[in-house]
């Protein structure tokens, strides 16, 4: 297996590592730890797919990251 694919599991299993734990009550959406398990999951999953050259997942998740990072900034602008 090669880095790439490596790079893209990595990133799937953290966002879907969020979900699970988001679904089952053991944390929130707010959560710090929800927050950034979706930014460096979803940076990782960008980052292969930039090195698959695969522009629709590129797309995705570069928002995704995009929104966590926002939603990290509002969690540090709520918790000074």
Not at 33 to 55: E, M, Q, T
Request: charged share 10%; proline share 1%.
């Amino acid at each position: 297996m090669s880095t790439t694919d490596w790079l893209g599991f990595i990133g799937v299993f953290l966002i879907l590592l969020a979900y699970i734990l988001n679904i089952l009550d053991i944390i929130t959406n707010k959560n710090l730890y929800f927050i950034l398990l979706n930014f460096v999951g979803a940076s990782l999953a960008c980052l292969a797919s930039i090195l698959l050259n695969y522009l629709p997942f590129i797309i995705l998740e570069g928002v995704w990251a995009l929104v966590s990072l926002i939603s990290f900034i509002k969690y540090f602008k709520q918790h000074q």
